[in-house]
């Protein structure tokens, strides 16, 4: 069913270069290297679409998010295949993420019929009001046009053709543009499939939707400086999203780029919870760490400890259990490549190397665990970057108000949390107003890998966890990003938007 083509507003559209999909088991998939004129095609029909798009009822695109869903569970087995081939990700995982996928597109549709997201209001008017009158004001949130999605390579669905950015611009009533990620085009592709079978049967106008593959930069630099895009959703490495941003804010007419761009995901372990519980919190940390071979952007890569006998039994079991992981692939050879970089610049570092492991080849990994004290890691910046995949580093702080000290000196996290029980709670009333001003999400006795999706959620954090502080790219909230409110005032109820009509 794969046909290695652009979607671009209904049509499936060759290209005269095509890169091969790098996949664990290979296959013959050869697919599309975007253009830019593809960008200008998709970008001018996405505009066109929002003239009708944007000012559909909210029941209309709640039924165009749930067929999405709908159709993508149509294809799910073939997705299944075909992301597991390209990621080298478990079954399991790939049928878990498709039903997160699902589940947001399904849960977005009930959100937006329910309404709260427009934060309406009403002040009405005052005609006789002394020395001035009032005028009747309706405000609500509006759809600020055509949205530019970059997938993602850790999360070929959950954050990817469908996820979340998608989800949540769908949502808004914004049409949007995807430049899919080459590491899993196929996946991308046949989500796309499922998108234009949804536009079709709900009589949505063909712009609303376009997939350009990946394989040139170019096609991203065009993307987030096209006078018509008006916003961006961006989940990668700091490198990257950072480039993009900066594109974004020197354009013209600077644009809101919403990256999401990774973090350490710090744990401070306090002293009385880590004597009570040293094997449950040394053997469920390496769980955690490992969990997708650490290529997760909530992948929790330091634990901070009180220096002591119980940090070293932390340390012992912690060892022990990642010694016992066996090698997992990563998403791709330059992913694979970037995780040994990270292990040499460690190496280099006064970090003591707790767990040496054999570096794995090719796109194999393997988990490596560090020492170091809290001084050392104060002094030394590199020890302070996200290493993507399954490194951990326990920094040992000489005593609660040095690990209060260390906090203060972190940069901005998508998420920090504490282990404590009631002996740890005076400790911790001076740590956890630090750690949240230095997170979206701060956690207490669990582990931050898993992202609930749900109202609640918040999946960003000051920078360089994300370029907005004030966004999520996980829950409802993130519907937001993509309206701007709107006052109107005077306006003949006859000419207001439907949502503003009878508001009393």
Not at 459 to 477: D, K
């Amino acid at each position: 069913m794969l046909t290695g083509k652009h979607l671009i507003a209904g049509q499936w559209i060759e290209a005269d270069k095509t890169f091969r999909s790098a996949t664990i088991n290979q296959t013959d998939a050869d697919f599309a290297v975007g253009r830019v004129s593809d960008v200008a095609n998709a970008v001018t029909a996405a505009e066109q679409a929002f003239e009708t798009y944007g000012y559909t009822s909210r029941t209309v695109r709640a039924e165009f998010l749930n067929k999405i869903a709908d159709e993508i569970d149509v294809l799910g087995d073939e997705i299944t295949a075909v992301g597991c081939a390209e990621t080298g990700l478990p079954e399991a995982r790939l049928v878990g993420e498709r039903g997160r996928t699902t589940g947001q597109l399904r849960l977005f549709a009930q959100h937006i019929l329910d309404g709260e997201y427009l934060d309406r209001r009403h002040d009405g008017a005052l005609p006789d009001r002394q020395p001035l009158p009032r005028a009747d004001l309706r405000m609500i949130q509006r759809p600020i046009g055509p949205v530019a999605v970059f997938g993602a390579s850790n999360f070929p669905l959950a954050f990817s053709t469908a996820g979340g950015d998608t989800a949540a611009a769908l949502a808004a009533g914004c049409p949007v543009v995807v430049k899919g990620h080459s590491a899993h085009p196929g996946t991308g592709e046949l989500v796309a499939q499922a998108i234009d079978k949804a536009i079709i049967a709900c009589g949505l106008p063909a712009g609303v939707f376009s997939l350009i593959q990946g394989g040139n930069r170019d096609v991203g630099t065009a993307l987030v400086q096209h006078p018509l895009i008006k916003a961006v959703g961006f989940t990668g490495s700091l490198g990257g999203g950072r480039a993009l941003f900066d594109l974004c804010a020197a354009r013209p007419e600077p644009i809101p780029f919403f990256g999401e761009l990774g973090s350490v995901n710090p744990m401070f372990v306090m002293p009385n919870k880590l004597a009570a519980d040293t094997e449950t919190l040394g053997a469920g940390w390496a769980q955690s760490l490992t969990m997708g071979a650490g290529q997760f952007c909530t992948n929790p890569g330091i634990a901070v400890t009180v220096a002591g006998a119980s940090s070293a039994a932390f340390i012992e079991q912690a060892s022990k259990a990642l010694s016992d992981v066996q090698a997992q692939a990563m998403l791709t050879d330059g992913i694979a490549d970037a995780y040994r970089s990270g292990i040499a610049t460690f190496d280099a570092t006064q970090a003591d190397r707790v767990l040496r492991t054999k570096d794995a080849s090719g796109r194999s990994a393997l988990p490596n665990l560090y020492r170091v004290s809290a001084q050392d890691w104060l002094q030394n910046p590199a020890l302070h970057q996200e290493v993507f995949g399954p490194l951990g580093l326990v920094v040992e702080a000489e005593s609660v108000e040095q690990m209060v000290e260390l906090a203060r000196h972190l940069e901005g996290q998508l998420t920090c949390t504490v282990h404590l029980n009631e002996d740890d709670y005076d400790a911790a009333k001076a740590l956890l107003p630090v750690l949240e001003r230095k997170a979206g999400r701060v956690l207490a006795n669990s582990f931050p890998t898993g992202v609930e999706v749900c109202d609640s959620m918040v999946h960003g954090g000051p920078y360089p966890a994300s370029t907005n502080f004030g966004a999520t790219s996980v829950g409802t909230l993130s519907i937001r990003r993509f309206l701007r409110p709107v006052c109107y005032q005077g306006i003949p109820e006859a000419l207001l938007p439907a949502d503003l009509m009878d508001l009393s």
